[in-house]
T-cell receptor, first 116, second 115 residues
Framework: AQSVAQPEDQVNVAEGNPLTVKCTYSVSGNPYLFWYVQYPNRGLQFLLKYITGDNLVKGSYGFEAEFNKSQTSFHLKKPSALVSDSALYFC??????????????FGQGTTLQVKP | DAGVIQSPRHEVTEMGQEVTLRCKPI?????LFWYRQTMMRGLELLIY????????DSGMPEDRFSAKMPNASFSTLKIQPSEPRDSAVYFCASSYSDRLTDTQYFGPGTRLTVL
């Protein structure tokens, strides 16, 4: 079955410390992986994606994600967290069950809380 | 580009009333998605269109929900009659069917409250 799991409902980190938001996936075929962020009372904003190539993907706002095929993971990272990074983060994978659907499968979301 | 546009941003209605949510996708995008977000169920895909044609409506909760896309620049999600349990934030998203992108861009959402 195609799925995405975000094992942590909430991640707490102090400002200035590195952060990691975890994501694992299960998909047949090559995975196309995405991270989105949702600030309060806003829509989801695209952060970054992995399609192919370098396993370390750099995205918006200083975020990056590491694709690990053997562990089927795509963890979101940032070297130094900001209070303004506090938001809800979603991992997603392209649904490959049908060709060219454009459909994404989203995880349940992880709330990131950065404390000053 | 203005991004995905949704209206209204907030809607408060009474149980039994008809509610219509509107979406204008990004120009040139050929996929359009309707999502619902609640605390209990998270982000749910309701229905999506490709080139104005509904492809998968398996996420539509019941017959009270219907969606249309009469042209490439407009879609509606209608609830008739509305019920309190329909209270949620409804998002529209669009994307372009390039196998190397598939990035969905979301609108700001419509917060629906059914009293």
């Amino acid at each position: 079955a195609q799925s995405v799991a975000q094992p942590e409902d909430q991640v707490n980190v102090a400002e200035g410390n590195p952060l990691t938001v975890k994501c694992t996936y299960s998909v047949s075929g090559n995975p196309y992986l995405f991270w989105y962020v949702q600030y309060p009372n806003r829509g989801l904003q695209f952060l970054l994606k992995y399609i192919t190539g370098d396993n370390l993907v750099k995205g918006s706002y200083g975020f990056e994600a590491e694709f690990n095929k053997s562990q089927t993971s795509f963890h979101l990272k940032k070297p130094s967290a900001l209070v303004s990074d506090s938001a809800l983060y979603f991992c997603a994978v392209r649904d490959t069950r049908s060709s060219n659907t454009g459909k994404l499968i989203f995880g349940q979301g992880t709330t990131l809380q950065v404390k000053p | 580009d203005a991004g995905v546009i949704q209206s209204p941003r907030h809607e408060v209605t009474e149980m039994g009333q008809e509610v219509t949510l509107r979406c204008k996708p990004i120009s040139g995008h050929d996929y359009l998605f309707w999502y619902r977000q609640t605390m209990m169920r998270g982000l749910e895909l309701l229905i999506y269109f490709n080139n104005n044609v509904p492809i998968d409506d398996s996420g539509m909760p019941e017959d009270r929900f219907s969606a249309k896309m009469p042209n490439a620049s407009f879609s509606t999600l209608k609830i008739q009659p509305s019920e309190p349990r329909d209270s949620a934030v409804y998002f529209c998203a669009s994307s372009y069917s390039d196998r190397l992108t598939d990035t969905q861009y979301f609108g700001p959402g419509t917060r629906l409250t059914v009293l």
